[in-house]
C-alpha cells in the first residue's frame, strides 16, 4: 500500500497549492483607492451635500474601471491569472454600481429624500462588500459588517456621522490593505 | 502513456493511470492550470515548492507530452514564462483523476 499512501500524499499536496492559489487576493492598491473614495465621497455628505450626487457619478465608475485594471495588474504581477475569477470580480462589483446606480435615480426622481436615500445606499454597499467577502476576498467581510452598523450610526448620531462612518470604513479599508500586502509577502 | 499501477494487492484491480502526471510537481501543475488559466513559472514555483531546475525539468516532461503550453514575454524588461493546459493536458488530467478516484475508492473497500 506504500504507492497508494504516496498518491494520497501527493493529492494532499495539491489540495494544499490549489488552496494556497485560490485563496484570493486583490492588490492592496484597491484597498486603498476604495479607502480614499470613500473618505471623501462620506465626508461630502456632511460638509457639501450638493456635490455628493457628482461626485459619486464621477468617483464610482471611475474607481470600478481603476479597480477592474488594478486587479489585472496584480494578476500579471503575482503570476496568476483566471478569466473565470476576473469575470466573477467584474460582475460582483459591476452589480454593485448598477444597482447603487439606480438607487441613486431616486433620489433624483424626488422618489426618496436624500438623508434616506444615503443610508440606503449604503446598505447596498453593506450588503455588496458582505457578500464579495463571503465569495471573493474575506478581507471584505468585515468592511461591509462595518458598513451595516455605520448605517445605524448615520441615522443615530447627528453631527458629522457620515465623516465618522468614512473614516472608520477608510481605517478598516487600509488596514486590510496593509494586512492584504503583508501576508502576500509572506506567501511569494 | 498509460500504464498500469501496481498497488501490492491481489485484492485491488489494477487501475491505468497516466505516466506523465505520476508526478507530484507534474499532477500539481496541472491541477493548478485546470483552475487557472495561465500561471507563471515562478508562482508555479512558489506554490508547489520546487526548486528552479526541478520544476524546469518536471514542466519541460509536461511541454513534451503536449499537457501545457508555453508563452514567453517580457514584464518590466523581465522575461516572464507563463503556461497554459492544452485541451489534451485537460483530457489527460480528468481520466488521470477519475482512475486515482477509482483506486482510492478500491483501496477504501478492500479488506485490510
Do not use: C
Request: charged letters at 20%.
Amino acid at each position: 500500500m506504500d504507492q497508494l499512501e504516496r498518491l494520497q500524499g501527493d493529492l494532499s499536496f495539491v489540495r494544499g497549492a490549489l488552496d494556497t492559489s485560490t485563496r484570493s487576493k486583490s492588490p492592496s492598491a484597491l484597498y486603498f483607492l476604495w479607502a480614499a473614495i470613500i473618505l471623501m465621497g462620506f465626508a461630502l455628505v456632511d460638509f457639501q451635500a450638493d456635490l455628493v450626487p457628482e461626485y459619486w457619478a464621477v468617483a464610482a465608475p471611475a474607481g470600478f474601471f481603476a479597480s477592474a485594471y488594478l486587479g489585472w495588474r496584480h494578476a500579471r504581477r503575482i503570476g496568476q491569472a483566471s478569466a473565470a475569477d476576473g469575470r466573477r470580480h467584474l460582475l460582483h462589483w459591476g452589480a454593485v454600481l448598477v444597482v447603487v446606480a439606480l438607487a441613486a435615480l431616486l433620489g433624483e426622481s424626488r422618489a426618496m429624500p436624500s438623508g434616506t436615500l444615503h443610508t440606503v445606499i449604503l446598505l447596498l454597499l453593506s450588503l455588496g462588500y458582505f457578500t464579495a467577502g463571503l465569495h471573493l476576498d474575506r478581507s471584505f467581510l468585515w468592511v461591509g459588517l462595518l458598513m451595516g452598523a455605520g448605517s445605524v450610526v448615520v441615522t443615530v448620531v447627528p453631527l458629522y456621522a457620515w465623516t465618522t462612518v468614512g473614516i472608520a470604513l477608510a481605517v478598516s479599508l487600509t488596514v486590510a490593505g496593509m494586512r492584504e500586502g503583508r501576508s502576500r509577502e509572506a506567501t511569494t | 502513456m498509460k500504464r498500469p499501477l501496481e498497488v501490492g494487492s491481489d485484492e485491488l484491480p489494477l487501475v491505468e493511470l497516466d505516466d506523465v502526471l505520476q508526478h507530484r510537481a507534474r499532477i500539481g501543475a496541472a491541477v493548478l492550470l485546470a483552475r487557472h488559466d495561465r500561471l507563471s513559472f515562478s508562482r508555479l514555483k512558489v506554490l508547489l515548492q520546487e526548486t528552479d531546475g526541478n520544476l524546469g525539468a518536471q514542466m519541460r516532461k509536461l511541454e513534451d507530452a503536449g499537457y501545457v503550453a508555453v508563452r514567453k514575454e517580457f514584464q518590466n524588461r523581465r522575461p516572464v514564462t507563463w503556461y497554459g493546459l492544452t485541451a489534451k493536458g485537460k483530457r489527460a488530467l480528468e481520466q488521470h483523476l477519475a482512475g486515482l478516484e477509482r483506486l482510492i475508492q478500491q483501496a477504501r473497500r478492500a479488506p485490510e
